[in-house]
């Protein structure tokens, strides 16, 4: 399914950046950040092209 980001306007494929590319040592899954990241917010989940991007909206969004 494609997104859009919300910042920019860019299209987001959520599957892959939802796509698990390895796990930390304490069993967390890693995400590749060049496919897109995503964000929690209001009770549901929005999509970015870039980490510049989801930092842009976490700070207009203050209660995130």
């Given at each position: 399914m494609a997104s859009t980001c919300p910042?920019?306007?860019k299209s987001i494929d959520?599957?892959?950046a939802k796509a698990p590319t390895g796990q930390t040592k304490f069993?967390?899954?890693e995400?590749?950040?060049a496919q897109g990241t995503r964000q929690f917010y209001d009770g549901k989940w929005y999509y970015?092209?870039?980490i510049q991007c989801r930092s842009k909206f976490v700070a207009e969004h203050k209660d995130v």
């Open positions: 910042v920019c306007g959520e599957a892959a069993g967390a899954q995400v590749d950040p970015f092209d870039s």
